[in-house]
């Protein structure tokens, strides 16, 4: 059974850069037909899709968040990474990691809490 977990600080100051990791355990993120996705939730918009990296580390982004977002990966710690810039506090909220698979699998990690805040 796949696992994910997300790791980063919980408080990050405006215009600074958010940098989450999502740790993946009982599979691997180089899996044929996975893709890897970050989510968040915030209290002005919701549950937003940021972004996601397929099996083949092609990164694909919202629209809405594109030129901040930059997701990437670590194949030989089998994680990877949300890049957030210039965050402001309404990107405050819970940031989640999950995967979908084209055999109509899914699974998201608990999700950690960030905190934009000076």
């Known amino acids: 059974q796949v696992q994910l977990q997300e790791s980063g600080p919980g408080l990050v100051k405006p215009s600074q850069t958010l940098s989450l990791t999502c740790t993946v355990s009982?599979?691997?993120?180089?899996?044929?037909?996975?893709?890897w996705n970050w989510i968040r939730e915030t209290p002005g918009k919701g549950l937003e899709w940021m972004g996601a990296?397929?099996?083949?580390?092609?990164?694909y982004y919202s629209p809405s968040h594109n030129s901040r977002t930059s997701i990437s990966r670590d194949t030989a710690k089998n994680q990877f990474t949300l890049q957030l810039s210039s965050v402001t506090p309404e990107d405050t909220g819970i940031y989640y990691c999950?995967?979908?698979?084209?055999?109509?699998?899914?699974?998201w990690g608990q999700g950690t809490q960030v905190t934009v805040s000076s």
């Open positions: 990296i397929t099996h083949s580390g092609v990164p």
């Open positions: 009982g599979g691997s993120i180089t899996t044929n037909f996975y893709y």
């Open positions: 999950g995967y979908y698979s084209d055999y109509g699998e899914m699974s």
